[in-house]
């Protein structure tokens, strides 16, 4: 099986910045797209960008521009570099990786965004 390891959360002022990391066990990780969620308090959870095993990303429309995914499969990790932090981004942050019998989630990092 696969384990997922968040980190990088924190607590930062509007505007500031924040690097996300999701270190995952396993070769199959180099074959799998990767997703990051995040879930505001007492909200569902919700996507918040992909990258797929070749590289193309897609975001959720209220972080385009401002936050930025990649992933460096020698390391099995995958980054979301967030900048221009808002108050509403605030929420917990999750990695995930699915496929065919399998959904794996990390245990998720806390991002706190004060006004």
Do not use: H
């Not at 797929?52 to 930025?68: E, L, M, P």
């Not at 995958?78 to 221009?84: A, E, K, P």
């Amino acid at each position: 099986q696969v384990q997922l390891v968040e980190s990088g959360g924190g607590l930062v002022q509007a505007g500031g910045s924040l690097r996300l990391s999701c270190a995952a066990s396993g070769s199959i990780f180099r074959l799998n797209a990767v997703g990051w969620y995040r879930q505001p308090p007492g909200k569902q959870r919700e996507l918040v960008a992909t990258i797929t095993a070749i590289g193309s990303t897609i975001y959720a429309d209220s972080v385009k521009g401002r936050f930025t995914i990649s992933r460096d499969n020698a390391k099995n990790t995958v980054y979301l570099q967030m900048n221009s932090l808002k108050p509403e981004d605030t929420a917990v942050y999750y990695c995930n990786m699915r496929g065919i019998g399998y959904d794996y989630w990390g245990q998720g990092t806390q991002v706190t965004v004060s006004s």
